[in-house]
């Protein structure tokens, strides 16, 4: 079974950055479209970003030109790094293959505050 293990996460003053990483068991991200996804305190989970398996990214309208999306498929590891961080950013980030059976990991908490 698939397993995915996202880290990364932490407190950052706005404007700052990180970057989330998320390692499969398997060679999951290297054959199918990834995406991150974030579920804020009281909201649903909500996409941010894919990539498909040739390179395609497209990302939610209010991370464009601040957040980037990646993969190492030798290391089986999706990243997102994330610059200019805003308070609203804050949320548990997940990743997964969409609309499959893969379970969702534990995720990783960005806390941006001052």
């Known amino acids: 079974q698939v397993q995915l293990v996202e880290s990364g996460g932490g407190l950052v003053q706005p404007g700052g950055s990180l970057r989330l990483s998320c390692t499969a068991s398997?060679?999951?991200?290297?054959?199918?479209?990834m995406a991150w996804y974030r579920q804020a305190p009281g909201k649903e989970r909500e996409y941010v970003a894919t990539?498909?398996?040739?390179?395609?990214?497209n990302y939610k309208d209010s991370v464009k030109g601040r957040f980037t999306i990646s993969r190492d498929n030798a290391k089986k590891t999706l990243y997102l790094q994330m610059n200019s961080l805003k308070p609203e950013d804050t949320a548990v980030y997940y990743c997964?293959?969409?609309?499959?059976?893969?379970?969702w990991g534990q995720g990783t908490q960005v806390t941006v505050s001052s």
């Open positions: 990539i498909t398996k040739g390179g395609t990214t």
């Open positions: 997964n293959a969409p609309n499959s059976q893969v379970p």
């Open positions: 398997t060679s999951i991200i290297s054959i199918y479209t």
